[in-house]
């Protein structure tokens, strides 16, 4: 198990602080990183270390806890307890701060933008989700305020090729929204978990999405479209979403991060126990109620918290994790034998 | 016979009988107290929604009048979304305050004076 996740390099992303969040761009060339400093950083490879190419400061007054690459790799988000969102533009390794957008009435959990590139959306402790047009002139207009949460709503993704988007909150709950008649409407709310829900991630297709909580489970969730060969109910002509897995007794503390690899399907998660764990699903399991290995643990991945982990969009088994220590860490993850 | 069995019943059970009629008497005045409470509880209450949605019908209507005269797609955009808002708010259920659905409508209403009033970021 140990052997499945190969420790490739560390990096002290942000010292004497916390490192929050990573995100890859498109391209997989490369990692920002977000932290309790304030600071984002933007790393890249020269030879066979990372090195950091862009310090992004001046942006925010207080944590950044999440960033976001926009879907064409020139425009990252960076979302902050200082209750703003800011939209940085790429021009080559500079960075520039186009547009701050505001309205949130304290800290800023997550930013997201979706696959079409027009729509961003996000999320705060103030318990609402809000979705933001973008136009061709860089404008931003929000075009949504969802108050369905009833806590502070930790995490927002967007479907991989839908206009779908979820959202994760305290109050132990995942939302799905889509947008209806000019406005966004919450469709559907899935319950189970028994705990905050801290991250969610979709799967490659997008027909399942996984969410990891304070409650120590992995679930994972199925979307069933109306009429349905398995004769899961739905409402109208609204997908119903049905919880087919739970992953659990695997995990000591709150699972802090979930992410799902696109290009191989291999499911990461980040944990309190400062430890990494990569599942992938049984090839011969039922698609209704799929079942899940552990194929890696990795136990003091870091000497903190693991916040974020983050599969690398273009290169098979490149996973980067961050923590409370302040790190930045990059591993290569290879399937074990015999799975 | 029957006579002294119920006086020595009277006095015996005398703890018993005293103890439901407090009860009672009790069970009333506290019921009474609970409704006048209640409403007083209610009046401010309801007082409070009724002024959050009046300043946001207030906003709303001047806002309707100032983007008549303009004609460019974002103000349309905007009518659009104050129109909604305004429509919400006529809608909503004043004297009702049993229906099953006021604080999601009253959510919703927040929310859409939130998308309206925050203005277009640059």
Redesign the interface.
Known sequence: MKDSLVLLGRVPAHPDSRCWFLAWNPAGTLLASCGGDRRVRIWGTEGDSWICKSVLSEGHQRTVRKVAWSPCGNYLASASFDATTCIWKKNQDDFECV?????HENEVKSVAWAPSGNLLATCSRDK?V?VWEVDEE???????????HTQDVKHVVWHPSQELLASASYDDTVKLYREEE??WVCYATLEGHESTVWSLAFDPSGQRLASCSDDRTVRIWRQYLPDNEQGVACSGSDPSWKCVCTLSGFHSRTIYDVAWCQLTGALATACGDDAIRVFEEDPSSDPQQPTFSLTAHLPQAHSQDVNCVAWNPKEQGLLASCSDDGEVAFWKYHRPEGI | MAGSQDMFDAIVMADERFHGEGYQEGYEEGNSLGIIEGRQYGTLHGAKIGSEIGCYQGFASAWRCLLHSCATEKDSKKMKALESLIGMIQKFPYDDPTYDKLHEDLDKIRGKFKQVYTKSCR
């Open positions: 547009t701050t957008l505001e309205g609402s809000w860089d404008e931003y207009e929000c075009v949504s305020v969802l108050n369905s000019d406005d």
